[in-house]
């Protein structure tokens, strides 16, 4: 069954930087597309950044310049690095397919990984 763990958050102050990491299992993970979403409280789940099986990338308008993502096939690990961190960066932060993956009937997610930005 698809697993997902996500890793690397934490607190850091506003324009610092953090790299977040996804470990995954169960999939045929070089033919999935992959994407970083983030879900601040109260607010909905977005994706922020996706990069094709081939590796073409994509990002949301507010972390355009600031996040890359990139992944590593033979690894199987997706990350997003996160740089110039602001305070409305502050979420969980969590990786799935783009769109995300199934699991049985439901769509997959793993835990996630808590990112806070002080100002």
């Known amino acids: 069954q698809v697993v997902l763990v996500e890793s690397g958050g934490g607190l850091v102050q506003a324009g610092g930087s953090l790299r977040l990491s996804c470990a995954a299992s169960?999939?045929?993970?070089?033919?999935?597309?992959m994407g970083w979403y983030r879900q601040a409280p109260g607010k909905q789940r977005e994706l922020v950044a996706g990069?094709?099986?081939?590796?073409?990338?994509n990002y949301a308008d507010s972390v355009k310049g600031r996040f890359t993502i990139s992944r590593d096939n033979a690894k199987k690990l997706v990350y997003l690095q996160m740089n110039s961190l602001k305070p409305e960066d502050t979420a969980t932060y969590y990786c799935n397919g783009d769109p995300p993956l199934w699991s049985g009937w439901v769509r997959y997610w793993g835990q996630g990984t808590q990112v806070t930005v002080s100002s």
């Open positions: 169960g999939i045929i993970f070089s033919i999935n597309n």
């Open positions: 990069i094709s099986s081939s590796g073409n990338t």
